[in-house]
T-cell receptor
């Protein structure tokens, strides 16, 4: 079945450490996204990528970095510069402009990061 | 003012009840509208798109009022399995890359 796989599901990090969250999709979608969700709040966009080797900052990109070297993969690194990284991180993809359902997002199961 | 606003609830309703959720958005140029469902500690999943003419999917009916910048979701004959958080989602006319999510409305359906 096509879908999005995120790993790890749970991650604990000590302050000052960088961590990388994996996101892989086999939906052949052009666009991929990273969102952060905090309790009682809506999803906030961290980074998005419309095409391989290109990505754009979202609303809360500070302290995060991404790469898009392959269409299927969009890893997110949470750096030590992110002051409050404990959150639920969601990766999503969409077909992209010009395709049916261009704006419909499909999400992975999420990665829950806790900083100790 | 938030770009997408929803009543956070929670809405507590008995099985079989009809419940309605409302959502307002601030960008009049918004193009696409959706309702997503999110179960506790899970990822959001698309419930339904919202079309200008209104649309129905089984027990669920979505309405869009562009003049008032207002979206609604009606759930009829509520089931226990409908208990979840319902997210209102709006995409601007420039494309899907700045999709805006409301904070969600929590629904509890009780036996």
């Amino acid at each position: 079945d096509g879908g999005i796989t995120q790993s790890p599901k749970y991650l604990f990090r000590k302050e000052g450490q960088n961590v990388t969250l994996s996101c892989e999709q086999n939906l052949n979608h052009d666009a991929m996204y990273w969102y952060r969700q905090d309790p009682g709040q809506g999803l906030r966009l961290i980074y998005y990528s419309q095409i391989v080797n290109d990505f754009q900052k979202g609303d809360i990109a500070e302290g995060y970095s991404v790469s898009r070297e392959k269409k299927e993969s969009f890893p997110l690194t949470v750096t030590s510069a992110q002051k409050n990284p404990t959150a639920f991180y969601l990766c999503a993809s969409s077909p992209g402009q010009g395709f049916s359902g261009a704006n419909v997002l499909t999400f992975g199961a999420g990665s829950r990061l806790t900083v100790l | 003012r938030k770009e997408v606003e929803q009543d956070p609830g929670p809405f507590n309703v008995p099985e079989g009840a009809t419940v309605a959720f409302n959502c307002t958005y601030s960008n009049s140029a918004s193009q696409s509208f959706f309702w997503y469902r999110q179960d506790c500690r899970k990822e959001p999943k698309l419930l339904m798109s919202v079309y200008s003419s209104g649309n129905e999917d089984g027990r669920f009916t979505a309405q869009l009022n562009r003049a008032s910048q207002y979206i609604s979701l009606l759930i009829r004959d509520s089931k226990l399995s409908d208990s979840a958080t319902y997210l209102c989602v709006v995409t601007p006319s420039t494309g899907g890359f700045k999709t805006i999510f409301g904070a969600g409305t929590r629904l509890f359906v009780k036996a």
